[in-house]
Nanobody, 117 residues
Framework: QVQLVEAGGGAVQAGGSLRLSCAAS???????????MGWYRQAPGNQRELVAH?????RRNYADSVKGRFTNSRDDTNMFLQMNSLKSEDTAVYYC??????????WGQGTQVTVSS
């Protein structure tokens, strides 16, 4: 089993910044079996959507709405999302996701980001 714990959410004014983190824990074998990781978000009444995705090789993809403002990075057991120039439409619960080489997918519990205009 792999556990993911997000942190760093909070309330900020538009134009501000936040840095989210996602810490992965579990057996050594399972942690090293994680391939891609990603950040997703879900606003009230909306479906969960991809924000940023990063492979074990460092290849990154971003949603068009966050390109140029958000930066995704990771090391062996952590993933980070630096969010700059935040907008009210970035308000959502942000979730961390890990995709294992054996096919399982793991989700964190989510962290709330609230941006006030």
């Amino acid at each position: 089993q792999v556990q993911l714990v997000e942190a760093g959410g909070g309330a900020v004014q538009a134009g501000g910044s936040l840095r989210l983190s996602c810490a992965a824990s579990g057996s050594f074998f399972r942690i090293n079996g994680i391939n891609a990781m990603g950040w997703y978000r879900q606003a009230p009444g909306n479906q969960r959507e991809l924000v940023a995705h990063i492979t074990s090789g460092g290849r990154r993809n971003y949603a068009d709405s966050v390109k140029g403002r958000f930066t995704n990075s990771r090391d062996d057991t952590n993933m980070f999302l630096q969010m700059n120039s935040l907008k009210s439409e970035d308000t959502a619960v942000y979730y961390c996701k890990a995709e294992a080489s054996w096919g399982e997918v793991y989700w964190g519990q989510g962290t709330q980001v609230t941006v006030s205009s």
